[in-house]
């Protein structure tokens, strides 16, 4: 049995249906017992992610979208926004494998309440996407920029919600930083990882439909108190193609 989902809403159509299996056991992929944060760090270079984009079309060069991800794309771009810039923060737990920390948003806040996500927020007018990520944890979790080590980024994301854009950014930290909650924006913080994210019930993805351009896959992860999905599992999922896929290349079957 999958976990209680937190104290979010998810708006789930009724037509609704369950979707694919994880991709990582369609292809037929050797998931090692344990990732360390080093380990990442070397698949997001392989991946030919370890740059530090300036602007979303930069971060999003080369991705391939799915036929939802493209509408979003072709929606953000005429109803342009604004970017932001979340942060994925690593370290490695004390039994060596890397632990991602996410927060649960606040109740009081007036958009994607009590959903989780990384720490990041707007792109202020001058301000390098970059540094907005490591602000935006400054402010909500209470994470010392000079402590992050940022070794590059994930796809840019275009949300249909918010006609918007996000780059993630993936940072490095020397262990469990000391973190303060800003009650304002954020009710938990807590941490997972790799092998928690990819255990048995946790993963899964369902088929909704969206009004307008047909139907599209939404990602979830059901981990111990909170339901991660939208963007956030995204995200998630975007890494794990990074860390999980074979270094040779893809090995399906």
Known sequence: MSPPPGPQKIPRPPT??????PYWEEAGW?????VSAADIAQAITRAGLDTI???HQEAWLGTELTPRQRFAAERALRAWRGTSAV??????GVDGEARFILTRRSQALRSHTGE????????????????AALREAHEEIGLDPSSVSLIGHLDALPTVASASWIIPFVGLLDGRPEMRANPDEVERVF????????ADGVYREEIWEFPGFGEGPVTFFEVEGDTIWGATARMLRNLLEVV?????GFQGG
Do not use: N
């Open 116 to 131: 989780v996500a990384f720490p990041g927020g707007r792109v202020d007018e001058g301000e390098l996407p970059a540094a």
């Open 244 to 248: 999980l896929a074979p270094s040779d």
């Open 191 to 198: 941490d997972v990882s790799v092998s928690e994210l990819i």
């Open 53 to 55: 984009p300036i602007t």
């Open 30 to 34: 050797k998931v090692p017992e344990t």
């Open 87 to 92: 942060l994925v923060p690593v370290y490695d």
């Open 16 to 21: 609704s249906r369950p979707g694919s299996p």
